[in-house]
T-cell receptor, first 113, second 113 residues
Framework: QQQVKQSPQSLIVQKGGISIINCAYE??????FPWYQQFPGKGPALLIA?????SEKKEGRFTISFNKSAKQFSLHIMDSQPGDSATYFC????????????FGGGTRLMVKP | KAGVTQTPRYLIKTRGQQVTLSCSPI?????VSWYQQTPGQGLQFLFE???????NKGNFPGRFSGRQFSNSRSEMNVSTLELGDSALYLC????????????FGPGTRLTVT
């Protein structure tokens, strides 16, 4: 049972453009939603995270938008750069389940120069 | 502060053998979680250890086991290896349980032949 659905599976964006990746979750008990960035041969790196008490969080060029009623959240990468080319994963966890993360399927982003 | 370290980085084993992977969390972190990453199934939670006790377990057979030592270092063991166990095994550390932020190591690439 896939509890976190991520789209699109792959994305091509021109340099300077906006990359948008979407995730939808089913379990309303989730209370922590991180995004991870993974480069080939590396482990996932925590990029930015949000909790349901806020609708948006911004860190540099990365913004998470969160819609609790729709059970959706998205990652926006502003002014996308070739160095942003990587696989991005959304995830979710619930506090009473400790640190167990449920991941989306991943989005492979390519930013063209 | 040093990141999460995992050893070995690469491993080749034969079907039926067993393997032990090691993870050293970030200094001061007491929670260690393990994940399996494959192209087909994505990132899947294996188990979480905190204070030397398994706190959560994912949907994996009993061939997968782990333990945590008093210094928070963790090991996972896979017995009677199958071809389908070929994957990147990732360890993630967190300060404690339920706080959200988890930091991943580079992973151990296991190939079963």
């Amino acid at each position: 049972q896939q509890q976190v659905k991520q789209s699109p599976q792959s994305l091509i964006v021109q340099k300077g453009g906006i990359s948008i990746i979407n995730c939808a979750y089913e379990n309303t008990a989730f209370d922590y939603f991180p995004w991870y960035q993974q480069f080939p041969g590396k482990g996932p790196a925590l990029l930015i995270a949000i909790r349901p008490d806020v609708s948006e969080k911004k860190e540099g060029r990365f913004t998470i938008s969160f819609n609790k009623s729709a059970k959706q959240f998205s990652l926006h990468i502003m002014d996308s750069q070739p160095g942003d080319s990587a696989t991005y994963f959304c995830a979710a966890s619930k506090g009473n389940a400790g640190n167990m993360l449920t991941f989306g399927g991943g989005t492979r982003l390519m930013v063209k120069p | 502060k040093a990141g999460v370290t995992q050893t070995p980085r690469y491993l080749i084993k034969t079907r039926g053998q067993q393997v032990t992977l090691s993870c050293s969390p970030i200094s001061g972190h007491r929670s260690v979680s393990w994940y399996q990453q494959t192209p087909g199934q994505g990132l899947q939670f294996l188990f979480e250890y905190f204070s030397e006790t398994q706190r959560n377990k994912g949907n994996f057979p009993g061939r997968f086991s782990g333990r945590q030592f008093s210094n928070s270092r963790s090991e996972m063991n896979v017995s009677t290896l199958e071809l389908g166990d070929s994957a990147l095994y990732l360890c993630a550390s967190s300060l404690t349980r339920g706080v959200g932020e988890q930091y991943f190591g580079p992973g151990t690439r296991l190939t079963v032949t």
